[in-house]
């Protein structure tokens, strides 16, 4: 029922993205504008709850055939596993200007990696090229300003 309840959640939520995005301005001389990532973010938060709260439809109607025999135990792992994505990007938030957008990047996605159950050695080199690349798509061919961080200022380009 959480989950379900989690997907619908989710759906709103991607429709309100995509409906702010929808004021933003146009610039008349490109394609795209400043609505275009927002846009993408709400279509996947839309798909993905979509998805989450469809798999569900079933474990809804078991929970709603009849009284349940036994009191469920309450998954407090869970919770903190799905709290950790929100907790990381806190955590991004406020310490990327110190250490720096890229190692910030790297350290969550290898955290998560990590608890999913991926091999150390490739959560590390997989978090590390992914986190590069991303900022260097960003900075360099975006021309997006992402944090370089006090830590690390003197060593990234």
């Keep these: 029922m959480r989950d379900f309840l ?5 759906v709103i939520g991607g429709g309100v ?17 400043p609505s275009l990532f927002p846009s993408l973010i709400g279509g996947g938060m839309v798909i993905g709850g979509l998805v989450l709260a469809l798999t569900r439809i079933g ?14 135990r309450y998954d407090y ?13 806190v955590f991004y938030i406020l310490a990327s200007e110190w250490l720096g957008a890229p190692l910030c990047m790297a350290l969550s ?5 990590l608890l999913r159950g991926a ?21 360099r061919y975006l ?3 992402l944090p370089e961080g006090t830590l690390l200022s003197q060593i990234l380009p």
């Excluded at 792992?77 to 990007?89: E, N, T, Y």
């Design 6 to 10: 989690l997907g619908l959640a989710f």
């Design 17 to 33: 993205v995509i409906a702010v995005a929808q004021t933003y301005p146009t610039m008349p001389a490109l394609q795209y504008g």
């Design 59 to 72: 474990q809804l109607r078991i929970a709603f055939a009849g009284p349940r025999s036994q009191t469920p």
């Design 77 to 89: 792992r869970g919770l903190l596993i799905s709290l950790l994505p929100c907790a990381l990007i």
């Design 109 to 113: 996605m290898l955290i998560l990696m």
């Design 119 to 139: 091999r150390p050695w490739l959560s590390l080199v997989v978090s590390l090229v992914v986190a590069a690349a991303i900022y260097l798509l960003f900075s």
């Design 143 to 145: 021309l997006i300003p």
